[in-house]
């Protein structure tokens, strides 16, 4: 199993709806979590950290489910500019905390 | 410019030769990170510093890599031997606290890449 999996999508979504995707990790002793956004030929970019059971930021709300070993990313009145690769990323603590990176969620916003 | 900077942005080279790439990070920051990017997938973990010491190697990296960062600042990357299944985006990225730190944020500074192409 891999440390860190997420459906590859693409998830396509009108303007101005929501869309939620899920990340699962394989570490249950991982205590911090993050959610970078990559757009097309860029590099990642911190979006949000979660460090208990939820973080808002906006129009996104990540949250965190430790029973389960899933964080979800949900995104409300998605924008055109919301069109991007999210990167669910955690810290292997047998790694020294490295932080591993999940193969990422693309999200495609259509007018 | 003060965010993290790599040297070449692109590299097209022919299989068995050597390459090497540079990366320069936020000059605060003592934490310095390559990462290895294919289409379609996350970045992989490929090596850690802390200052100047290389302190995690990931057994995805063969004894054909090998990287340093002999004064804590600049890092480079290079690769002997290239094949094929080398071509990829290598990111660098650093950060001022250990990622995944509970009282930081241990957020990454990503630099733009180097591409490498392996004919």
């Known amino acids: 199993r891999k440390e860190v999996e997420q459906d590859p999508g693409p998830f396509n979504v009108p303007e101005g709806a929501t869309v939620a995707f899920n990340c699962t990790y394989s570490n249950s002793a991982s205590q911090s979590f993050f959610w970078y956004r990559q757009d097309c030929r860029k590099e990642p970019k911190l979006l949000m950290s979660v460090y208990s059971s939820g973080n808002e930021d906006g129009r996104f709300t990540a949250q965190l489910n430790r029973a389960s070993q899933y964080i979800s990313l949900l995104i409300r009145d998605s924008k055109l500019s919301d069109s991007a690769t999210y990167l669910c990323?955690?810290?292997?603590?047998?790694?020294?905390?490295?932080?591993?990176f999940g193969g990422g969620t693309r999200v495609l916003v259509k007018p | 410019d003060t965010g993290v900077s790599q040297d070449p942005r692109h590299k097209i080279t022919k299989r068995g030769q050597n390459v090497t790439f540079r990366c320069d990070p936020i000059s605060e920051h003592n934490r310095l990170y390559w990462y290895r990017q294919t289409l379609g997938q996350g970045p992989e973990f490929l090596t850690y510093?802390?200052?100047?010491?290389?302190?995690?190697k990931s057994r995805l990296l063969s004894d054909r890599f090998s990287a340093e960062r002999p004064k804590g600042s600049f890092s480079t990357l290079e690769i002997q031997r290239t094949e094929q299944g080398d071509s990829a985006m290598y990111l660098c990225?650093?950060?001022?606290?250990?990622?995944?730190?509970?009282?930081?944020?241990?957020?990454?500074?990503f630099g733009e890449g180097s591409r490498l192409t392996v004919l």
């Open positions: 990323v955690v810290p292997i603590k047998a790694a020294g905390n490295k932080l591993t």
């Open positions: 990225a650093s950060s001022s606290r250990l990622a995944g730190e509970i009282r930081g944020t241990g957020e990454l500074f």
């Open positions: 510093f802390q200052n100047e010491a290389q302190l995690e």
